[in-house]
Every structure is written in C-alpha cells, then in structure tokens.
C-alpha cells in the first residue's frame, strides 16, 4: 500500500504553539516501524496548475510569493514560511499522487492532509490549500484518459469527512456540484461557528460517545449510498474526536475511532469504490493519542489495502 509524506517540511512556529507539528513524522515512523508492508513516499508538490482547479490565481501566488495579508496569515494560523509554502503544496501533491494509486489499487494515503477549511480564495483553521478537493478536480480531469475514452462520463466522487470539525470550505467549493457528495459528521458547537452546507451534515453535541456516533454514523453512511454512486472516496479520518483531543469536545474512546474507520472502509469495500485516506485534525493533550488513533486508521487500510490485492486480477 503506498502512502505519501511531507513532514521534512517543519514549519518554525512560535513556542507554544497549538498546532503539533511533530506529529507527522512520529506517525510515519511508527508506520514505518510497524506497517512495513506499507510502502512511504516522498509527497510531490502540486504544481500551480493543479491548484488553479480549485483555487484562485491571486491566492496562489500570494502563497507562494509571501504576500499574504497578515489577516490572512491569521486566519490560517501559521506565519507565512518558505517552509509554509511547500508544505502546503507537498500536502496537496500527496493526496493527487495517493489519488492515482487508490484508482489502481483500491487503497492509497496521504500521512497529512484532509486541508478541509480551505476555501477557493482563502485558507483557515491550518488550511492552506484544499487537498481533498484539489485532488477530486484532477481525478475528475484525468478520468476519460484513464478510461480511454473521451465520453467517458463525469467521475462521481464522496467526501466522508469524519474530522471533528465541518468541512466548511470543502462544502462550498462544490455546492451545487452534482459530482461531488459532500459528507460531513461534526461537533455542532465546534469550530467553525458559522458553517457551510454540505451536501449532509450531521451535527453531534458535545460529549457525543462511541455509541450514539456510531448510530449517526451507520445513518449518514445509508443516506451516502442511496443518494450517491460514487467511483471514488476521499475519506477525512480526523483523530480530533478522541476524548483526550484538546479541539474535539466529543467523547470518543480509540475503539470508537477504529469502529468508525472500519464501517466507512466496508461500505466502501463493498461497492468496490477506492479509497483515498487522509489525517485530517488531531490535537491530544497527550500526542501518544492522535498517533495511537492514527496508527489505528492505518492498520484497518492496510487490511481493506489487503482484501483488494486479493480481488484484483
């Protein structure tokens, strides 16, 4: 199974700063360390045309360039770097390249990822550039040309994003876009506080726990499948709603967060529809946390990576 990273791009945030950037190194070496039959990649970066599927030309350049307002900086919530800006392409780069291997493989990864509060114009909430929708606009591009034919049809695409917080701008770059199914399970009080409309929404209240999520979730995944035919899934596997996150204020134990991963890849599995995995948020008091979760997610699409291999010809 492949699955692409982008953690060699350290970004110097001050000290004390919330967002634990560690992370993403500490999870590829566990993959590494445990998962060896998962094979990591260096992500690529997204080149501007890539990202000019999504987002605006004015932003990109304002990206890369270093002119971002520092009201823009603010609502990112990371200084404008170098460092910022590659990573920020490389996190977009990957869920492209792990896009294309899920489309021949079953299964594919981005070790970071699931950028989902950046709008067209504008990043937020540690966004920079949309990934998941960046990489949904190049499959859908590239889609006649995979199936060498020019009528090819329109690639459907689902967007389960089980991270804490709403999708916010991956709702509205595809509002009203009948190729893309926007899902999104969220805690209702949570960030951000004036949401977008997906294509469904749940709301959780705070404290939500393993078994009133999963009820919701068993119910979200239903309405998925009867409104929605996708041939490809981007799944949004946020660690955030653990008990111990510091952001989430939901209550989910890591049997709860492995339960929820393994419905989402089973109803993928038994449409036959690939899957692309992201990390999403992920904020533990105590970091061993996000990773135990995301180490977790890793082992279930390894196993669903496995059922694939199986199944091919």
């Known amino acids: 199974m492949h699955a692409y990273y982008a953690d060699e791009f350290v970004l110097p945030l001050p000290a ?42 004015d932003y990109i350049f304002a990206v890369q360039s270093g002119t971002l307002a520092p009201a823009a900086q603010r609502e990112i919530g990371f200084p404008w770097s170098e460092a910022m800006a590659q990573r920020a392409r490389r996190s977009v780069g990957a869920t492209v390249a792990a896009s294309r291997i899920a489309l021949q493989q079953g299964v594919a990864g981005n070790l970071a990822g699931g950028t989902h509060h950046a709008y067209a114009d504008r990043g937020s909430g540690f966004c920079v550039f949309n990934d998941v929708a960046v990489a949904a606009r190049r499959m859908q591009a590239e889609w006649p040309l995979r199936q060498h034919s020019a009528r090819a049809g329109r690639l459907n695409v689902a967007v389960i994003d089980l991270d804490v917080h709403q999708g916010n701008g991956t709702a509205r770059i595809f509002q009203g876009d009948e190729s893309v199914f926007t899902l999104s399970l969220h805690g209702a009080r949570n960030f951000p506080f004036r949401k977008e409309v997906s294509d469904l929404d749940v709301d959780l209240p705070d404290g939500c726990g393993d078994d009133d999520y999963l009820v919701a979730l068993d119910d979200a995944l239903q309405q998925l499948g009867n409104r929605c035919s996708p041939a490809l899934v981007f799944y949004l596997a946020g660690a955030d709603p653990h008990a111990g996150d510091r952001l989430g204020r939901l209550a989910l134990s ?54 694939w291999q199986n199944a091919l010809p």
């Open 16 to 57: 004390g700063h919330r967002f634990p950037m560690a992370k993403y190194r500490m999870l590829r070496d566990r993959i590494a360390e445990r998962l060896p039959g998962v094979a990591l990649h260096v992500a690529p970066p997204a080149p501007d045309d890539d990202l000019a599927l999504v987002h605006s030309p």
């Open 254 to 307: 890591h049997a709860g967060l492995e339960a929820r991963d393994r419905r989402v890849f089973e109803w993928a599995w038994q449409r036959r529809v690939p899957l692309v995995v992201t990390m999403a948020g992920g904020y533990g008091r105590d970091l061993e946390d996000t990773l135990a979760a995301q180490l977790a997610t890793w082992q279930v699409a390894w196993q669903y990576h496995q059922r």
